[in-house]
């Protein structure tokens, strides 16, 4: 069976160094599926499995020219760059990775919150910069602050268990209880959660529903001098909104491993041609987070919180798993 992996990346060269599965044939793409990638009509046509990273937009018409397409394969939690209404109408699996990475993403979380409160970036900076100011680095002792985590799937409730071995106050607000943590958390509804964390930490998918789940309005009910942190999907965030609460200073301090508008990369060497096919919005987007990188309490990584060696290898593991069970007619990290 042919399978095209696309958005590979040399730190996932190292798997396939010592597994190569035998009953597929791979084809490698450093790009992102784009409409900008040539295919051959053998690629087209042949194509069964797609192997994908959350760079790729899995249009309609991208879809379209795989003739005999059966499995979309994300190597990412989230699956929004997916069409999944296009996949449900042509019976294409759709399979995710859903607990690869859910230490890697809690460490990271938990290094934000540190980095932020004791003012790491600040002190650092001003070091290279030779203007030390020992009055602006007063930082915040961990257990005198309550976390608030929003989500407390495999990653939410990681991040728990280790805020809970700093003694942090935690609040949790899910549609469902995790038993798992429950002894130690306080679950409560999304508004008091906001408005009683001094940290709030997004760990939830992005769905339609969630767009802006941080709103200017919700802000507004947040505690003065909060910190926000998002290694989730940039849209959880209204990044206007976000912007003028730092600036105000009822934001403390942010940290964002995703933005709105991701695709459009700072570094991308086609940013024109991208910029021409950007809506209004997220072009917007890209002069408010330029600005938000200017604030020394604003710290902001490009989507690498699940980056970890031991991530990349556990991703790879378990999209074959994932696939093998497919093909034997199990549904194991189905989304559809």
Do not use: W
Request: hydrophobic fraction near 35%; charged fraction near 25%; include cysteine.
């Amino acid at each position: 069976m042919k399978m095209l992996m696309f958005d590979f990346r040399d730190t996932e060269k190292e798997y396939f160094k010592e597994n190569t599965p035998t009953d597929l044939e791979i084809e490698f793409f450093n790009e992102p599926l784009s409409d900008k990638i040539h295919l051959t009509d053998s690629q087209k046509e042949d194509t069964v499995i797609l192997s994908v990273f959350i760079n790729s937009e899995l249009t309609p018409e991208i879809l379209s020219q795989f003739k005999n397409l059966q499995v979309i394969a994300t190597r990412s939690t989230g699956y929004n760059h997916i069409n999944l209404d296009y996949c449900k109408k042509n019976n294409i699996a759709v399979i995710n990775t859903p607990y690869y990475g859910k230490s890697s993403v809690a460490q990271y979380t938990i290094g934000m919150i540190i980095t932020l409160t004791r003012k790491v970036m600040l002190a650092s900076n001003d070091v290279k910069n030779r203007k030390i100011d020992y009055s602006k680095y007063e930082g915040e002792n961990l257990s005198k602050l309550s976390l608030g985590v929003v989500g407390t799937g495999s990653i939410g409730s990681a991040v728990c268990e280790l805020a809970n071995k700093f003694n942090l106050k935690i609040y949790a607000h899910d549609l469902k209880v995790n038993e798992n943590i429950n002894g130690f958390v306080e679950y409560v509804d999304f508004d008091e959660l906001i408005s009683k964390s001094d940290i709030i930490t997004l760990h939830i998918p992005y769905i339609l529903e969630f767009y802006h789940l941080l709103s200017e309005e919700k802000f507004k009910k947040m505690k003065q001098g909060v910190y926000i942190i998002n290694t989730s999907r940039g849209e959880l965030i209204d990044t206007g909104a976000l912007y003028k609460n730092i600036k105000s200073g009822k934001v403390k301090g942010a940290a964002l491993d995703v933005l709105e508008c991701e695709y459009l990369k700072y570094d991308n060497e086609e940013i024109v041609t991208t910029v021409k096919n950007a809506s209004e919005t997220c072009l917007e987007n890209v002069i408010i987070t330029d600005k938000l990188m200017e604030f020394d309490n604003v710290i902001i990584t490009p989507h690498i919180a699940y980056n970890t060696k031991q991530s990349i290898m556990n991703i790879l593991e378990s999209m074959f798993i994932s696939i093998k069970e497919h093909y034997h007619g199990g549904y194991l990290n189905r989304i559809i």
